[in-house]
């Protein structure tokens, strides 16, 4: 094979992964939001000279046995602190909630601030990322801002908890009432992601990292219009009277 023969299969073979890895609308999409971390981003969490987009998350050869062609460092052992509430039907306390695992475990290695934002994997060096005052620290690590999770997650929605018709029957013959859930779950863009031993909840379950449906932009890279057009998918409206969640 020439020289110029063996440049275009390079090309079409790197096109051909990129592809398959992640379709083109999304590269175009998570171009204009924060999570393009490159020099062109328009957030204040950027690489100081980076160019590409898509290589903080993903690559196409030399990834990690996570996927989908995974190119960030995971976090190493953490102990999160989880949801918990004395109606939480999945597990019984604080402790025996289940490990963070799946897409979950790759979103927080980014947004638990324990790994440097430019710690990949397909390079010996780490991109070095502009240093911002209460938000980004000189290693590289989020340390505040409105994507920084830490590994305090008692504040929102429990993950990679499996959601299956036994939590949903459990749940709504609970007493005294709880909301109830519903089953099954059948939706264009909510849907349920694989955990250790099923499928069930995980941050991928509400948020696309790729683009943001939320009117007002918030939540962030929301996965619906509205909180409750996402809420209602799994849970239904709380009729009137004393119901818990």
């Avoid at 939480?88 to 638990?112: M, N, R, T, V, W």
């Avoid at 290693?139 to 429990?158: A, I, V």
């Amino acid at each position: 094979m020439n020289g110029k023969r063996r440049f275009k299969f390079y090309i079409l073979h790197f096109v051909f992964c990129i592809s398959v890895l992640i379709p083109l609308s999304a590269v175009a999409g998570i171009r204009d939001t924060k999570h393009n971390l490159s020099v062109s981003g328009p957030g204040d969490v950027k690489a100081v000279s980076e160019t590409q987009i898509c290589i903080f998350c993903h690559t196409p050869h030399n990834s990690s046995p996570a996927k989908p062609l995974w190119n960030h460092e995971m976090t190493a052992v953490v102990t999160y602190t989880n949801y918990w509430s004395s109606t939480l039907q999945s597990y019984a306390s604080e402790a025996e909630a289940p490990p963070i695992d799946g897409f979950s475990k790759l979103c927080l290695s980014c947004h638990d601030g324990t790994v440097a934002i430019g710690s990949i994997i397909s390079r010996w060096e780490e991109i070095i990322m502009v240093t911002v005052p209460g938000v980004i620290d000189e290693s590289g690590k989020l340390t505040g801002g409105p994507g920084y999770l830490g590994t305090d997650l008692s504040g929102g929605h429990p993950i990679s908890i499996i959601f299956d018709e036994a939590l949903a029957n459990k749940r709504n013959s609970a007493e005294p009432p709880l909301s109830r859930l519903k089953w099954p779950i059948v939706d264009p863009d909510i849907k349920l992601r694989p955990t250790q031993n099923g499928f069930g909840v995980q941050c991928t379950a509400c948020h696309d990292p790729h683009e943001n449906r939320a009117v007002s932009g918030w939540p962030p890279f929301w996965q619906k219009s509205t909180h409750d057009e996402a809420c209602m998918v799994c849970h239904e409206a709380i009729p009137p009277g004393d119901i818990e969640w």
